[in-house]
Structure formats: structure tokens, C-alpha cells
């Protein structure tokens, strides 16, 4: 069965034909610590499938509603954003703001210079020139073949710039699923 979410305007397609893939929904997402989803601790793909699919789905609403968060116009239509009712603090920074992309959630901080952020969490630069930052560190990578279906699970930290956020950083989680 494939599953498919818009995030942030993009079509997410998650396959969830292997018994690894299928497990997200026992997944009670009310339980999920947006902080610690957001900073790649604790959780899984299959978590962070059942957080977005109740963020996207019919029960949007109470999972805004929950979660504290009122959504605001975003000028990237890449990124789908969030003011939180109350500040959370994640990479010892404290924000109001998260958005999420195609794969994850993220925080969007008051920082225009991404270097100090992405050194403390050890991320190396795949693009690093003065209109953008962007860069990763896999967290977990693991690739699994069950009935002839083979699927490559990747968890990486994240941190970019975008200019469509002058001034700020981004810093979150990319949790993906693909098909091989």
C-alpha cells in the first residue's frame, strides 16, 4: 500500500508494504516530543510518519491543537510552518517557530550565520558559499530487503540556510524511507 502526504506542497509517498514499514500505525503520535523529533533523538521513521500523517490528515485540527501550534504563511512553499504556542528548546536554542519539509521537521532559528550550529552538532557543509549553507550528518542508514521489496531507512541531521529566510537557520531531522 502506498501512503501519500503533502508537506510544505510536496508529495510524500511512503511505502508500507514490509512489516517494518506497516508498524507506524501502532504509533500513538500525542506521545511524540516535537524537540527531540525535530533534533533526531529518540525516534524512528515510523514515528515521524505517524506525527505527519496526523498533522496532514482529516484529524489535523487536534493534532495543531495538541501539539500547540497555529500555522503561518510560509514564503517557501517547500516548507510548511508553525508558530508553537509556547518557545521549545532544541540544540540549546529556544525557537517559536518550526516548519516542515518533504521529510522532517525543523527549527527555524533566529541565526544568520549557520557555522556555529552546525559545528556544535558536527555537520559538514555540502554547499557552503555566502547566499547558502547546507549540510548533514547521517544519524542512522540502514538498507533491508523482505519480500523481494528492498528499502533503504536514512535519519539525518540537517542544517541549511534558504533565502526565502534571510537571517535565519534551519536545523532539523530528515527521517526517509525509499523504495530501491
Given at each position: 500500500m502506498i501512503k501519500t502526504l503533502i508537506v510544505g506542497g510536496l508529495a510524500l509517498a511512503l511505502t508500507c508494504a514490509s512489516p517494518a514499514l506497516a508498524q507506524d500505525d501502532e504509533i500513538d503520535p500525542k506521545t511524540v516530543d516535537l524537540a527531540k523529533l525535530i533534533a533526531c533523538e529518540t525516534y524512528d521513521v515510523p514515528t515521524y510518519n505517524s506525527v505527519a500523517f496526523w498533522l496532514a490528515g482529516t484529524e489535523g485540527a487536534d493534532a495543531r491543537r495538541h501539539f500547540g501550534l497555529t500555522e503561518v504563511k510560509s514564503p517557501n512553499f517547500m516548507l510548511k510552518q508553525y508558530r508553537l504556542a509556547r518557545p521549545i528548546e532544541v540544540f540549546g536554542r529556544t525557537t517559536s517557530l518550526i516548519a516542515f519539509n518533504s521529510s522532517g521537521p525543523m527549527a527555524v532559528l533566529d541565526e544568520a550565520d549557520p557555522h556555529p550550529l552546525a559545528t556544535q552538532l558536527k555537520i559538514e557543509p555540502a554547499i557552503d558559499v555566502p547566499a547558502k549553507f547546507m549540510g548533514e550528518r547521517v544519524i542512522s542508514e540502514k538498507t533491508e530487503t523482505a519480500d523481494g521489496l528492498t528499502t533503504q531507512t536514512r535519519i539525518t541531521l540537517n542544517v541549511s540556510?534558504?533565502?526565502?529566510?534571510?537571517?535565519?537557520?534551519?536545523?532539523?531531522?530528515?527521517?526517509?524511507?525509499?523504495?530501491?
Amino acid at each position: 500500500m502506498i501512503k501519500t502526504l503533502i508537506v510544505g506542497g510536496l508529495a510524500l509517498a511512503l511505502t508500507c508494504a514490509s512489516p517494518a514499514l506497516a508498524q507506524d500505525d501502532e504509533i500513538d503520535p500525542k506521545t511524540v516530543d516535537l524537540a527531540k523529533l525535530i533534533a533526531c533523538e529518540t525516534y524512528d521513521v515510523p514515528t515521524y510518519n505517524s506525527v505527519a500523517f496526523w498533522l496532514a490528515g482529516t484529524e489535523g485540527a487536534d493534532a495543531r491543537r495538541h501539539f500547540g501550534l497555529t500555522e503561518v504563511k510560509s514564503p517557501n512553499f517547500m516548507l510548511k510552518q508553525y508558530r508553537l504556542a509556547r518557545p521549545i528548546e532544541v540544540f540549546g536554542r529556544t525557537t517559536s517557530l518550526i516548519a516542515f519539509n518533504s521529510s522532517g521537521p525543523m527549527a527555524v532559528l533566529d541565526e544568520a550565520d549557520p557555522h556555529p550550529l552546525a559545528t556544535q552538532l558536527k555537520i559538514e557543509p555540502a554547499i557552503d558559499v555566502p547566499a547558502k549553507f547546507m549540510g548533514e550528518r547521517v544519524i542512522s542508514e540502514k538498507t533491508e530487503t523482505a519480500d523481494g521489496l528492498t528499502t533503504q531507512t536514512r535519519i539525518t541531521l540537517n542544517v541549511s540556510t534558504v533565502t526565502t529566510h534571510p537571517g535565519r537557520t534551519l536545523a532539523g531531522c530528515s527521517y526517509r524511507i525509499e523504495v530501491m
